[in-house]
Nanobody, 126 residues
Framework: QVQLVESGGGLVQAGGSLRLSCAASGGSLTMYRLGWFRQAPGKEREFVAAISRSGSQSDYADSVKGRFTISRDNAKNTVNLQMNSLEPDDTAVYYC???????????????????WGQGTQVSVSS
């Protein structure tokens, strides 16, 4: 059973950067496609970014495209989210997720991901 633990959240001023990491234990992530989602207070959880099993494909929500970068390190069993030019609207709890699949492509649908971390808070002040 894969367990995911996020880290790297915090408070940052608008325009700043943060790097989130998600470490897996209990299994290798090589057979998983991975994603980052976020949930702001009073809002539904939304897709942020996803990466394929191989790492060759990535996908981003329009709201973060050009500012966020998802990456994975299968040797270290981690997935990362580099967040630059942060905006107050990026304030949310960020979750990493993993989907065991033979299909390597990315997926934006949170329902397909069966493993989730506990979340890490990102707060951006104006």
């Amino acid at each position: 059973q894969v367990q995911l633990v996020e880290s790297g959240g915090g408070l940052v001023q608008a325009g700043g950067s943060l790097r989130l990491s998600c470490a897996a234990s209990g299994g290798s992530l090589t057979m998983y496609r991975l994603g980052w989602f976020r949930q702001a207070p009073g809002k539904e959880r939304e897709f942020v970014a996803a990466i394929s099993r191989s790492g060759s494909q990535s996908d981003y929500a329009d709201s973060v495209k050009g500012r966020f970068t998802i990456s994975r390190d299968n040797a270290k069993n981690t997935v990362n989210l580099q967040m630059n030019s942060l905006e107050p609207d990026d304030t949310a709890v960020y979750y990493c997720a993993a989907d065991y699949t033979v299909r390597g492509a990315t997926n934006r649908d949170s329902n397909v991901y069966e493993h989730w971390g506990q979340g890490t808070q990102v707060s951006v002040s104006s």
